[in-house]
T-cell receptor
Framework: ETGVTQSPTHLIKTRGQQVTLRCSSQSGHNTVSWYQQALGQGPQFIFQYYREEENGRGNFPPRFSGLQFPNYSSELNVNALELDDSALYLC?????????????FGPGTRLTVT | QQQVKQSPQSLIVQKGGISIINCAYENTAFDYFPWYQQFPGKGPALLIAIRPDVSEKKEGRFTISFNKSAKQFSLHIMDSQPGDSATYFCAGYGNKLVFGAGTILRVKS
C-alpha cells in the first residue's frame, strides 16, 4: 500500500509568481484535503476534493485553487504569490463518509516566497 | 477564529513520566476528536481519535479523556519515551479538520 506522496519537496518562488503543488493520494482513498502550516502553527484547512469536486473550503482567497483527477491525485495552485504564503503545504487523503476524519498526510511541500 | 485551543505550548517530561496535553473546543458540531503526532520534516500522523459520546479511549500508552459538558479533552502519554519527542496536535472534525496550535513535547532520557 503506497502512502500519500507530494511533489516537489521544496520550492522557492518570487512574489507575484504562480505555483502548482502535486499530491498522490493513498491507494483506495477518494478524498483529498489541502492544508497550509505556517511555522510553529497547526495546519489550516484550505479545501477538500471528493470525486473531482470541491467539497468544502476554508478561509483562503480565490487565488488558492485546486483540482482532483480521475485517479484521485490532486493539485494545489496558488496565483499572485505573497510573502505570507511561505509555509508547509500538506495534502491528506481519506475515504469519504464516516471515515473522512481519518486523514493520512503526506510529508508536505515547503514553499518559500521571496 | 480559533476553534480549538491547546495547551501547553511546550512540555518537558522525564523518561517514564506522564505527558498531559489539554484541548478545549467551541464548535459543538465536531463529531470526532483526533490527535496527530508530527516529527520534524514529516506530515502529521493520526495517533488516536475519540467520538464525543465516549469519555475515554486507550490505545497502548496513549489515552484520550473527553469531557463533553466542559468541551475539553486531553491526551495522556504514559511511560513517556525519548522517541515520543514530537509536536502533538489536537483537532476537531465536523466536515473538516480544525487543529489546535500544537504542543512541542520533549522527553528527557
Amino acid at each position: 500500500e503506497t502512502g500519500v506522496t507530494q511533489s516537489p519537496t521544496h520550492l522557492i518562488k518570487t512574489r507575484g509568481q504562480q505555483v502548482t503543488l502535486r499530491c498522490s493520494s493513498q491507494s483506495g482513498h477518494n478524498t483529498v484535503s489541502w492544508y497550509q502550516q505556517a511555522l510553529g502553527q497547526g495546519p489550516q484547512f484550505i479545501f477538500q476534493y471528493y470525486r473531482e469536486e470541491e467539497n468544502g473550503r476554508g478561509n483562503f482567497p480565490p487565488r488558492f485553487s485546486g483540482l482532483q483527477f480521475p485517479n484521485y491525485s490532486s493539485e494545489l495552485n496558488v496565483n499572485a504569490l505573497e510573502l505570507d504564503d511561505s509555509a508547509l503545504y500538506l495534502c491528506a487523503s481519506s475515504l469519504g463518509g464516516q471515515a473522512a476524519y481519518e486523514q493520512y498526510f503526506g510529508p508536505g511541500t515547503r514553499l518559500t516566497v521571496t | 477564529q480559533q476553534q480549538v485551543k491547546q495547551s501547553p505550548q511546550s512540555l518537558i517530561v522525564q523518561k517514564g513520566g506522564i505527558s498531559i496535553i489539554n484541548c478545549a473546543y467551541e464548535n459543538t458540531a465536531f463529531d470526532y476528536f483526533p490527535w496527530y503526532q508530527q516529527f520534524p520534516g514529516k506530515g502529521p500522523a493520526l495517533l488516536i481519535a475519540i467520538r464525543p459520546d465516549v469519555s475515554e479511549k486507550k490505545e497502548g500508552r496513549f489515552t484520550i479523556s473527553f469531557n463533553k459538558s466542559a468541551k475539553q479533552f486531553s491526551l495522556h502519554i504514559m511511560d513517556s519515551q525519548p522517541g515520543d519527542s514530537a509536536t502533538y496536535f489536537c483537532a476537531g472534525y465536523g466536515n473538516k479538520l480544525v487543529f489546535g496550535a500544537g504542543t512541542i513535547l520533549r522527553v528527557k532520557s
